[in-house]
C-alpha cells in the first residue's frame, strides 16, 4: 500500500500520488499517459501530473494503481 507519507514532491495535489517507492518501470504511463509522468532529471520516478476528473479518467488511475508491481501508487481521496 502507498504510504501518503512518502509521496514524490512532484505530485499535482489531489487523490492519486506516487510515492518513493517507485522503481521507474513506466507500467503506469503506459496504462494512464494522462495521468503518470516520469521525472527526466535526477533518480527517475513516476509522478502524477493531472488529477481524473471523469470516472473514465478515474478508471485509468485505478488501473494504473492495481498494475504498480511494488504498490508506490495511492490514493487518499
Ligand atoms: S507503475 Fe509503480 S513502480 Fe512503475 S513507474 Fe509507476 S509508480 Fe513507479
Not at 521525472?39 to 488501473?63: I, L, M, R, S, W
Request: glycine share 8%.
Amino acid at each position: 500500500m502507498a504510504n501518503k507519507t512518502m509521496k514524490v514532491s512532484e505530485n499535482i495535489p489531489g487523490p492519486y500520488f506516487v510515492d518513493t517507492d517507485c522503481i521507474a518501470c513506466e507500467l503506469c504511463v503506459d496504462t494512464a499517459p494522462g495521468h503518470f509522468k516520469m521525472t527526466d532529471d535526477g533518480q527517475p520516478h513516476a509522478y502524477v501530473f493531472k488529477q481524473p476528473q471523469t470516472d473514465e479518467e478515474k478508471d485509468n488511475c485505478e488501473d494504473a494503481l492495481g498494475a504498480c508491481p511494488v504498490d508506490a501508487i495511492g490514493n487518499d481521496g
